[in-house]
């Protein structure tokens, strides 16, 4: 049966059209918008604009927004792909730094954004184009370790905030667990807001790691969600403080260093794929 458009389409004499970039990190992809403010995008839009089908197609919509402090180049806001708002997202972050650092041919240096989990000091490298984004999370908060039953199989976790909520789970799954055990956890009612979920194995100073994101569902990387990882890794003695420690995504590869203040530094790459116009 042939799927119907979403609602929000509406035929193009009826809407304006609306300016975007397409980047991803890693395979987590998004849409840019430049948007002088929060509504410029709602999520009805959002879920559109994010439909693979009828959409662009994206995990989520960047917006960039001007800035509200003085030590900020600007603000970025996260929409997900189903119109939910998180409170912060490492890999749109890393494109929003190299769009903006490209429109003022900025190739190297400093560039501070805010974010709804506060000021984020990120340092681009784009010389010859790499588009290399290092970014300081933050303190990233490693809390309580849980145990849920999701359907009669208990499940131990490790909770941890890097912005946004993270439950850890330190041991392998196939992806057909991953289907099942992710959303139950990301909705489970221990946790109010939802939760970000993550299937990672450690060995040698390295961690594979899969990411069922809050709003989203399984996505080829997340930058919050290595943080947190590696956070939860070092807190358990899995890996060290202090070193660069390489996180094997879906996607591709993150280094991620937690310091002794444990802040995350979070180091990956940033590509735009094309610019365009919708119809609104």
Known sequence: MRRSPPDAWYPLTTRVALAFHKYEGLGNDFVLVEADHETAVTPEHARSLCDRRFGVGADGV???LPRSSSGAVARMRVINADGSVPEMCGNGLRCA???VARSRSQVSGE???ETDAGLRPCVVDDRDRHG???VDMGVVRVAEDVQLDIDGERWDLTLADAGNPHAIITRAAPRSVIDVVGPRVATHARFVAGTNVEFATFDQGTVDLVVWERGVGVTLACGTGACATVAVGVA??????GQETKVKLPGGLLQVTILEDGRAIMRG?????FSGEVCG
């Not at 358990?236 to 403080?241: D, I, S, Y």
């Not at 790459?269 to 794929?273: D, E, K, L, M, Q």
């Open 62 to 64: 960047l917006l960039l």
């Open 97 to 99: 730094v190299l769009h």
């Open 132 to 134: 290399l984004v290092t």
């Open 269 to 273: 790459p940033a590509r735009h794929v």
């Open 236 to 241: 358990k003695g899995l890996v060290a403080k």
């Open 111 to 113: 560039l501070t954004f």
